[in-house]
């Protein structure tokens, strides 16, 4: 059975840094692919970072391009996203997600396991 956690959201002020934690459980967590979304109150829930099987290949929404980064330890079955020079329009609820090939994607669509969201809040 596979399940997806997400951790290390927080209030945070303009201009700080975070990193958000993604534990994924199941076998061959190596195998697949993994993705960062987030969901802002009134809004749909957008692309926001994806990292291949090995993390040899990352992709990132352009408003978070040169801010955030995507990595993985598969060692330990977890993913990050480092979050820096952080906005008040970064501001949502951030998920994980898994996906069920080793090529990573951008749609939701494209993802079949999910976390339960972790939220981030930037005051300016």
């Known amino acids: 059975q596979v399940q997806v956690v997400e951790s290390g959201g927080r209030s945070v002020q303009a201009g ?3 990193r ?3 534990a994924a459980s199941g076998l061959s967590f190596s195998n ?3 993705g960062w979304f987030r969901q802002a109150p009134g809004k749909e829930r957008e692309f926001v970072a994806a990292a291949n099987w ?4 990352t992709a990132y929404a352009d408003s978070v391009k040169g801010r955030f980064t995507i990595s993985r330890d598969n060692a330990k079955n977890t993913v990050y996203l480092q ?3 952080l906005k008040p329009e ?3 609820v951030y998920y994980c997600a898994r996906r ?3 090529l990573l994607g951008r749609e939701r669509s494209e993802y079949n396991y999910w976390g339960q969201g972790t939220q981030v809040t930037v005051s300016s």
Do not use: K, Q, R
Request: hydrophobic share 30%.
């Open 20 to 22: 958000l934690s993604c």
């Open 16 to 18: 700080d840094s975070l």
């Open 54 to 57: 090995n993390g040899g290949h």
């Open 90 to 92: 970064d501001t949502a």
């Open 32 to 34: 697949y692919a993994m």
């Open 100 to 102: 069920s090939i080793g």
């Open 83 to 85: 979050m820096n020079s």
